[in-house]
């Protein structure tokens, strides 16, 4: 399998009564590492173990490069799973080469790989070590490990970055990024909005089992407009009336933060700045994706 698509096509599961998932539809194209992200029980895991077989779908089709995704295809996914899925007696090289083979590498193939992500992800010195000894840092480390040994064509990772420290968010990092420079479309869920808006080349966000928004972190930012931040010291309360397409979101002081729709003019509302006097803040703020979330994951009169 080289470059491809995975693509989670109208996936629907329910657990009981329960509808766990309804129509998940979003693409994770070769070369791009795609954010997942939602809220607690927004179904994200469900959505990931459907799209690594280990779960049953109701309905909806997951193919990989077109074409569904068979047992044998589901060997080439490197999965890193919520609930972690290392045997705790077995050492750190043991484990990697087993799990190595077991995708099918030679034993030679395999002893190669585990040493590479070994050295890589700075396991070197725990290499000799039981799992279950490893600090949980450590151990996710090992998992990401599990999760390349075999040289997957695609990556799916539940919550990798929760609980490292700030050098293993930068090593897990690189790594994602190098996944995806190479081709191989890489899938990661995360409640880690800032880092996840640094990383992503596209965001899709969950909520209640439906996606809500699927985008560059530019497209979906600039949706429902801009914010623009002046100061003027001048200024009276009022001054923006008459303004088409601007609201005010904020008043302090001597500075407004205004909302402006896609139509507004941001060149009259310095214009109408200026003729209250000196203006010495006139600046564009860019929505975060932590506000796009609360947006999308909140309807209006339903309690945060
Ligand atoms: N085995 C199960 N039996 C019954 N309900 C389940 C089961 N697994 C998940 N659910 C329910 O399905 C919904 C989606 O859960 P899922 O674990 O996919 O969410 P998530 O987005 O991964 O959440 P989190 O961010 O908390 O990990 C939740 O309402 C959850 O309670």
């Keep these: 399998m080289g470059e491809g698509n995975l693509e989670i096509d109208g996936i629907s599961k329910r657990y009981g009564a329960k509808v766990a998932l309804d129509g998940v539809t979003f693409d994770v194209r070769g070369g791009e590492l795609f954010g997942f992200v939602g809220s607690n029980g927004a179904g994200k ?93 450590n151990q996710q480390r090992v998992q990401l490990a599990a999760a390349l040994v075999h040289d997957p064509a695609v990556l799916v990772l539940d919550e990798p970055f929760s609980g490292l420290d700030p050098l293993a ?37 969950i909520r209640n089992g439906r996606m809500v928004a699927v985008g560059t972190v530019g497209e979906l930012t600039a949706e429902g407009g801009s914010k623009l931040v002046v100061t003027a010291p001048g200024a009276r309360p009022g001054w923006t009336a008459g303004l088409p397409g601007v609201r005010v979101l904020e008043e302090h002081e001597t500075t407004t933060v205004l909302g402006l729709e896609p139509s507004a003019d941001d060149q009259a509302v310095l214009a109408a700045a200026l003729s209250t006097g000196p203006v010495t803040e006139f600046s564009h703020r860019r929505r975060t994706l932590t506000e796009l979330f609360r947006d999308a994951v909140t309807e209006k009169g339903e309690p945060r």
């Excluded at 070197?124 to 279950?132: I, K, L, P, S, Y």
């Excluded at 897990?172 to 081709?183: D, I, T, Y």
């Excluded at 640094?198 to 965001?203: F, K």
């Design 169 to 205: 968010v930068d090593v897990m990092s690189a790594v994602l990024r190098e996944k995806a420079a190479a081709g191989v479309p890489v899938v990661f869920s995360s409640h880690q909005l800032d880092l996840v808006e640094r990383l992503c080349d596209r965001v899709g966000i």
């Design 45 to 137: 895991t469900t959505t990931m173990r459907i799209a690594l077989g280990v779960l049953a779908a109701d309905g909806g089709e997951v193919r990989f490069n077109g074409e569904k995704i068979t047992h044998e295809t589901r060997t080439h996914i490197g999965y890193m799973p919520e609930e972690r899925g290392l045997y705790p007696k077995m050492k750190v090289l043991e484990q990697l080469v087993y799990l190595a083979e077991l995708h099918g590498l030679t034993a030679n193939e395999a002893h190669r790989n585990a040493e590479t992500w070994i050295t890589r992800l700075g396991l070197a010195e725990r290499r000799r070590d039981e799992v279950q000894k490893l600090s949980l840092g």
